[in-house]
């Protein structure tokens, strides 16, 4: 290969490395320097905090996302088990069957229709201390039963 082609192959290559660098440095077409990018991923992953005395210290922190409130439990004839509560909480707990029944909680005297399979939630004041039954009335199944400590 002749000297004056190895010089316009090694000016070529040189051409294509500037640009490789230039390209990569600035992350291709983008308008926004790497150095201004570099800075708006750092402050917007990273807390920043000020020394300066006259910042606002009203800015609010990010909020993490609040997780999903756990459903009260399920009780149906196969999962018979005791809930056990503290007297004065609020006794709450879903029931579901595969056919129409009445759901009753002994001791409280609590019934309510439950349409067959359908989920209904129960709610009351535990202020009766002792073990409860929750039975479906009609075929006497029992769901579990509630115990209120004091």
């Known amino acids: 290969m002749p000297r004056s082609q190895r010089i316009a192959m090694l000016a070529i290559a040189a051409i294509i490395a500037v640009v490789a660098v230039v390209a990569l440095g600035t992350g291709g077409d983008d308008e926004t320097p790497a150095a201004d990018r570099r800075t708006a991923q750092r402050t917007a992953t990273t807390p920043q905090t000020s020394t300066d005395d006259a910042s606002d210290d009203t800015a609010a922190a ?4 609040p997780a999903p409130k756990p459903k009260p439990p399920l ?4 999962t018979a088990r005791t809930l056990t509560y503290n007297k ?4 709450v707990f879903r029931v579901r069957n595969s056919s129409a029944e009445e759901v009753h909680v002994h001791g ?14 129960l709610r009351f004041k535990a202020d009766l201390e002792g ?12 769901l579990g039963s509630i115990q209120v400590e004091p």
Not at 75 to 78: G, H, R, S
Not at 88 to 91: A, E, L, M, Y
Not at 108 to 121: C, M, Q, S
């Open 88 to 91: 004065g909480d609020t006794v």
């Open 62 to 65: 990010p909020q993490a996302t």
């Open 131 to 142: 073990i409860y039954e929750v039975e479906l009335e009609q075929s006497g199944t029992p």
């Open 75 to 78: 009780l149906t004839a196969a």
């Open 108 to 121: 409280y005297d609590i019934a309510r229709d439950l349409p067959a399979g359908k989920t209904i939630t």
